[in-house]
């Protein structure tokens, strides 16, 4: 009896050592790159209750932010884009995946989020929108970098890719379960589980042509991406509001 319970102990002692390294493994060979307002929170939940660490669940990251970093004292470290991590950063040291969302939906998302207890009308967002697209939140990392173009966490300084999978937003459930097939993680996206989402109200279709005009010079980089990513498929509609 006595070698049963010691072979029973020797057990469960190996499957916990087996699911640390298995966790630690996924850790260190697939990284998530957080773009905000892009699905970012749902992804690092549903990764965390499966005791995989993304993003905000990995503060040791934090260390790794460049010295030359001017956009740390404003952005957590995990809005922060790959770039602006040294050397030693997983990001460069890992396989990396990212989400790309179109521009308008992006900024109508954020005005929002931000906005949560007011009405929203179209008066007043693009009204929002216009004051938030200064120079000091797109360039500067202003409001948590989440007004950064998604093209700079996707490029570094010298046009190197640093996001090595780049997921599409309207099709993201679907795309982000492909991912993770082929990297052989048990980990699913579901369209209903949605983290940090808004009510419906207001839409990209209430933008007016001023603040199009703006969007499409600021993120004019993320318009191209977008369409590049786009014309390898035609998508489905799943959004994370």
Request: hydrophobic share 35%; proline share 4%.
């Amino acid at each position: 009896m006595h070698c049963l319970y010691m072979l029973v102990f020797v057990l469960i002692i190996f499957v916990v050592v087996v699911r640390k390294s298995i966790k630690q493994n996924i850790e260190h060979f697939l990284e998530f790159i957080h773009i905000p307002k892009n699905a970012g929170t749902t992804i690092e939940n549903i990764a965390d209750k499966s005791s995989i660490k993304w993003g905000r669940f990995k503060p040791e990251h934090s260390k790794f932010s460049s010295a030359d970093s001017k956009l740390k004292k404003k952005c957590k470290y995990w809005h922060l884009p790959p770039k602006e991590f040294n050397e030693n950063s997983i990001y460069k040291t890992n396989p990396t995946f990212c989400v790309l969302r179109n521009p308008y939906e992006r900024v109508v998302s954020e005005y929002k989020y931000r906005n949560q207890n007011e009405k929203h009308t179209p008066a007043k967002m693009n009204a929002w929108i216009r004051k938030m697209l200064v120079p000091e939140n797109y360039e500067d990392g202003g409001m948590n970098c989440h007004f950064i173009p998604q093209s700079d966490f996707i490029y570094d300084t010298h046009n190197n890719l640093t996001c090595d999978n780049i997921l599409q937003f309207d099709n993201l459930t679907s795309e982000f379960n492909s991912l993770t097939d082929q990297y052989d993680i048990d980990l699913k996206l579901n369209e209903n589980l949605k983290y940090n989402s808004t009510k419906e109200s207001v839409t990209s279709a209430d933008l007016d042509d001023g603040v199009k005009e703006l969007l499409n010079h600021i993120y004019e980089r993320d318009f191209k991406e977008l369409e590049k990513i786009r014309s390898r498929s035609n998508v489905d509609k799943v959004m994370y509001w």
